[in-house]
């Protein structure tokens, strides 16, 4: 069975660090992607990263704060959230698929973690 995990939401305060972890089993993907959705607003991403770690994507919004990273040997991945926003506060979905390319919208993923909630408090 194909699934991703994700793990290490929680509430954290305006300026703090929080780091995402995703888990996935039965197989690998070339592309790895995290996606935030809050409620009324289309799911968006975050950062996306390809096989190798060569090739990232981050979102205009959290260029400088947020860090994406993969390790293939484990077959996860990994988002560090630092100087979070209140408006950074959404379920933080994981992602994959195998793209040839660095995806960066969710209808080019087909595999989809369950959700972690992250809230930061203003």
């Known amino acids: 069975q194909v699934q991703l995990v994700e793990s290490g939401g929680g509430l954290v305060q305006a300026g703090g660090s929080l780091r995402l972890s995703c888990a996935a089993s039965?197989?690998?993907?070339?592309?790895m992607g995290w996606f935030r959705r809050t409620p009324g607003k289309e799911r968006e991403c975050v950062a996306a990263?390809?096989?190798?770690?060569?090739?990232?994507y981050y979102a205009e919004f959290v260029k400088g704060r947020f860090t994406i990273s993969r390790d293939n040997a484990k077959n996860t991945g990994s988002l560090e959230m630092n100087s979070l926003k209140p408006e950074d506060t959404a379920v933080y979905y994981c992602?994959?698929?195998?793209?040839?390319?660095?995806?960066?919208?969710?209808?080019?993923?087909?595999?989809w973690g369950q959700g972690t909630q992250v809230t930061v408090s203003s």
């Open positions: 992602a994959a698929a195998n793209l040839v390319y660095l995806g960066t919208d969710r209808w080019e993923y087909n595999y």
């Open positions: 039965g197989r690998t993907f070339r592309s």
């Open positions: 990263i390809n096989w190798s770690g060569g090739s990232t």
